[in-house]
């Protein structure tokens, strides 16, 4: 295509600054862009960054991080774009057509109609030259729809309204002056910062009034309290929607995270686990204090995982009142809990609405067999997903809360995996269970009776309770995979 042929020759050009980008189609950058970056034209794309026609630059889905070259060259451009100051543009439109026409002449006809279509539509005039409209740097790896969009042969043969709903309006208007916003997906998983995040974050913290760092996904998997502290300090805290914390804490230390977590109003998704408790209870009970009434900050929180959480047991009660917002998603897991912290669970208001109930690995056994019942009754309206494995729930227990299982009208997918339960109570889980139309994934135990005493499966057995449980679901004609 001749805007594709006239764009790599732009490349070729041995003065290709600034000036002359302002006053290039929108069309041709992105696709410049790629051609520059996958050649190490490190010049030409510090001045393409500089005169950037979008919003926002996804940036991530081209560098391999953490490697800091690439990136470097990017930062470079970007000190000079948030130094300058605005001026006028000494490019003349007809430069723009000078470089075209040295490629074009051959094709004067084409070259004719190509200068009428740019100058009617792309080209400004002297006095007011395009603004960079840069106002996102994208370091996620997400964008490879944006680029992918403009690359190629389909790049330079884009139709108006296909531009018009990435590139922004050329307005003259002078746009103020805010901060660039710089998109980067924080994983902390060792014990010190790596090369890219150490000349990032120093990069960063010199231009803190210029420069907000926002982070949607936070993962903390090893790293020390104090270099942890140091990073979220120069994070837009509001924009994080979702953390992960996976490390062996004490409770102590999940406390100093605390205050950072309050600051957090946006969060939706958090999940910790692996939390200890030290035997010193009454210090431990303010930190449990100190960490729960974080929550009443958090107005947007919709899934919550906490794994292992063996400091809530007896006050999980403290957690649930400062919820702010009914949740779609609750796991606790691999971890004990009182009858009583079950019975604030279903009290709670704001597990009215769950989607997803996960309680795998609480020990149930000497619990009161309703309890599970009035649970799954105060959900049953919209669980999809419930997941009870290993929590030693018995033919009582299963039997007492059957009846509301089977109304949970919405449910795709039950566990039950871990639990001994014989061979009769299976056979009324199964015609339980049938009468639910969206169930597509079902996970049962082998019957009690196939295992002897100490746990060894009798292979010959279960080859015949499987064959009585499969008869049972052809009785009841309606397909389903179990596992």
């Given at each position: 295509?001749?805007?594709?042929?006239?764009?790599?020759?732009?490349?070729?050009?041995?003065?290709?600054?600034?000036?002359?980008?302002?006053?290039?189609?929108?069309?041709?950058?992105?696709?410049?862009?790629?051609?520059?970056?996958?050649?190490?034209?490190?010049?030409?794309?510090?001045?393409?960054?500089?005169?950037?026609?979008?919003?926002?630059?996804?940036?991530?889905?081209?560098?391999?991080?953490?490697?800091?070259?690439?990136?470097?060259?990017?930062?470079?451009?970007?000190?000079?774009?948030?130094?300058?100051?605005?001026?006028?543009?000494?490019?003349?439109?007809?430069?723009?057509?000078?470089?075209?026409?040295?490629?074009?002449?051959?094709?004067?006809?084409?070259?004719?109609?190509?200068?009428?279509?740019?100058?009617?539509?792309?080209?400004?005039?002297?006095?007011?030259?395009?603004?960079?409209?840069?106002?996102?740097?994208?370091?996620?790896?997400?964008?490879?729809?944006?680029?992918?969009?403009?690359?190629?042969?389909?790049?330079?043969?884009?139709?108006?309204?296909?531009?018009?709903?990435?590139?922004?309006?050329?307005?003259?208007?002078?746009?103020?002056?805010?901060?660039?916003?710089?998109?980067?997906?924080?994983?902390?998983?060792?014990?010190?910062?790596?090369?890219?995040?150490?000349?990032?974050?120093?990069?960063?913290?010199?231009?803190?009034?210029?420069?907000?760092?926002?982070?949607?996904?936070?993962?903390?998997?090893?790293?020390?309290?104090?270099?942890?502290?140091?990073?979220?300090?120069?994070?837009?805290?509001d924009c994080i929607q979702e953390v992960q914390v996976s490390c062996t804490w004490s409770l102590s230390t999940l406390a100093t995270l605390a205050p950072f977590l309050g600051e957090m109003s946006n969060l939706q998704r958090l999940h910790l686990s692996h939390v200890h408790v030290s035997a010193f209870k009454k210090?431990?009970?303010?930190?449990?204090?100190?960490?729960?009434?974080?929550?009443?900050?958090?107005?947007?929180?919709?899934?919550?995982?906490?794994?292992?959480?063996?400091?809530?047991?007896?006050?999980?009660?403290?957690?649930?009142?400062?919820?702010?917002?009914?949740?779609?998603?609750?796991?606790?897991?691999?971890?004990?809990?009182?009858?009583?912290?079950?019975?604030?669970v279903s009290q709670s208001p704001d597990i009215s609405q769950l989607k997803s109930l996960d309680l795998s690995g609480v020990p149930m056994t000497d619990f009161r067999p309703e309890l599970l019942q009035v649970l799954l009754e105060k959900v049953a309206a919209t669980l999809q997903e419930v997941d009870l494995d290993?929590?030693?729930?018995?033919?009582?227990?299963?039997?007492?809360?059957?009846?509301?299982?089977?109304?949970?009208?919405?449910?795709?997918?039950?566990?039950?995996?871990?639990?001994?339960?014989?061979?009769?109570?299976?056979?009324?889980?199964?015609?339980?269970?049938?009468?639910?139309?969206?169930?597509?994934?079902?996970?049962?135990?082998?019957?009690?009776?196939?295992?002897?005493?100490?746990?060894?499966?009798?292979?010959?057995?279960?080859?015949?309770?499987?064959?009585?449980?499969?008869?049972?679901?052809?009785?009841?004609?309606?397909?389903?995979?179990?596992?």
């Amino acid at each position: 295509r001749l805007l594709d042929l006239a764009g790599r020759h732009l490349l070729r050009a041995k003065h290709l600054d600034v000036s002359t980008l302002e006053s290039l189609p929108t069309e041709l950058f992105p696709s410049l862009f790629l051609e520059a970056f996958d050649g190490y034209r490190t010049e030409t794309l510090k001045a393409m960054v500089q005169t950037w026609p979008f919003v926002r630059l996804p940036l991530g889905a081209l560098i391999d991080l953490p490697h800091v070259g690439p990136l470097q060259a990017m930062l470079e451009a970007l000190d000079a774009l948030l130094a300058q100051k605005v001026g006028s543009s000494l490019f003349s439109k007809w430069e723009a057509v000078v470089l075209l026409f040295r490629f074009l002449f051959v094709c004067l006809f084409i070259y004719i109609f190509l200068t009428v279509w740019i100058l009617l539509h792309h080209y400004q005039s002297p006095s007011s030259p395009r603004r960079c409209k840069l106002r996102v740097l994208d370091l996620r790896k997400t964008g490879q729809n944006f680029w992918s969009m403009w690359s190629g042969a389909s790049s330079y043969g884009c139709s108006g309204s296909r531009m018009a709903a990435v590139a922004e309006p050329r307005s003259m208007t002078r746009q103020p002056s805010t901060p660039l916003k710089v998109f980067l997906d924080l994983c902390l998983k060792k014990r010190t910062l790596d090369n890219f995040l150490t000349y990032f974050l120093r990069w960063v913290e010199q231009r803190k009034s210029s420069i907000h760092l926002c982070c949607k996904k936070l993962k903390i998997v090893s790293m020390p309290m104090d270099k942890i502290v140091t990073v979220l300090s120069m994070v837009q805290l509001d924009c994080i929607q979702e953390v992960q914390v996976s490390c062996t804490w004490s409770l102590s230390t999940l406390a100093t995270l605390a205050p950072f977590l309050g600051e957090m109003s946006n969060l939706q998704r958090l999940h910790l686990s692996h939390v200890h408790v030290s035997a010193f209870k009454k210090q431990e009970h303010d930190h449990v204090v100190q960490i729960t009434s974080q929550f009443r900050r958090l107005g947007h929180l919709r899934d919550l995982h906490l794994e292992s959480p063996s400091f809530l047991e007896g006050c999980l009660d403290q957690m649930l009142r400062c919820l702010r917002s009914p949740l779609d998603s609750l796991s606790l897991t691999k971890c004990r809990l009182t009858e009583s912290d079950l019975t604030h669970v279903s009290q709670s208001p704001d597990i009215s609405q769950l989607k997803s109930l996960d309680l795998s690995g609480v020990p149930m056994t000497d619990f009161r067999p309703e309890l599970l019942q009035v649970l799954l009754e105060k959900v049953a309206a919209t669980l999809q997903e419930v997941d009870l494995d290993a929590c030693g729930i018995t033919d009582s227990q299963l039997e007492a809360f059957l009846p509301a299982l089977s109304r949970c009208s919405q449910l795709r997918a039950v566990s039950l995996c871990g639990n001994l339960l014989s061979t009769a109570v299976m056979e009324k889980l199964l015609r339980h269970t049938a009468v639910l139309p969206c169930l597509r994934q079902e996970r049962y135990p082998a019957p009690q009776e196939t295992y002897r005493p100490r746990g060894v499966l009798l292979e010959a057995r279960l080859a015949r309770l499987r064959a009585q449980l499969l008869e049972i679901l052809r009785d009841l004609g309606r397909r389903r995979i179990i596992w």
